[in-house]
């Protein structure tokens, strides 16, 4: 898993204080993830439910993505990705496979996202070549200003307290999609990891 050592780092600055005001969205998406269901003035409208949402991402996709081990450093790499968003079966479940060739090798990757109707929760599996060793990351969360996100941890591989890792999915534009992950030091402040900017591909 990438880390990053530098403390300090800037707080995720949400649509309420960057982007201008937001109000809360009519009916919400019920009690679970009412409190975060927020619309921002300057961001698309989302789909009425949280299903709907995620069968809105699907299409294909490519981008630029950039990493960081330090964020207060240049990028350790900046690269292509190309994307693929399906559902599955029904539409319970949308999986995102993706890859792209950076540090003189090929990585994938493939996530895994679902709405779970009992818990009201966003929840998400996720393998990375070059992120992950052999370990899948579970990871559950909630609406976004404009999109969603969800949250795992990792261990260190030592014994340690395990790390945070929070990826935020915001539908910036109808079709441009901004996944942004931050790894989180047990105790620290979010900092930010990996960037991707993709566009439909059309």
């Not at 950039?66 to 994307?83: C, L, S, V, Y």
């Not at 052999?134 to 395990?162: E, H």
Request: charged residues 25%.
């Amino acid at each position: 898993m990438t880390k990053s050592v530098t403390r300090g780092a800037p707080k995720i600055v949400s649509c309420a204080t960057k982007r201008g005001r937001v109000r809360p969205r009519e009916g919400g998406y019920g009690p679970g993830v009412g409190p975060l269901a927020y619309e921002c003035p300057m961001t698309p409208p989302l789909p009425p439910s949280p299903r709907e949402l995620l069968l809105s991402l699907c299409d294909e996709w490519v981008g630029r993505s950039k990493i960081w081990f330090d964020p207060a450093q240049a990028p350790f790499a900046e690269f292509t990705t190309r994307g693929r968003i399906r559902k599955m079966g029904e539409g319970n479940f949308v999986a995102h496979e993706y890859e792209e060739a950076f540090d003189g090798k090929q990585h994938r990757s493939l996530a895994i996202y679902a709405f779970n109707d009992e818990s009201q929760q966003f929840e998400s599996s996720w393998v990375h070549s070059f992120h992950m060793s052999s370990s899948i990351m579970f990871a559950t969360g909630g609406l976004t200003p404009a999109g969603f996100y969800v949250q795992g941890s990792y261990g260190d591989g030592k014994g340690g307290p395990r790390w945070g890792w929070r990826t935020e999915h915001e539908l910036r534009a109808p079709d441009q999609l901004v996944i942004t992950a931050y790894n989180i030091e047990p105790g620290g402040e979010p900092q930010k990891a990996v960037e991707t900017v993709y566009g439909r591909r059309r």
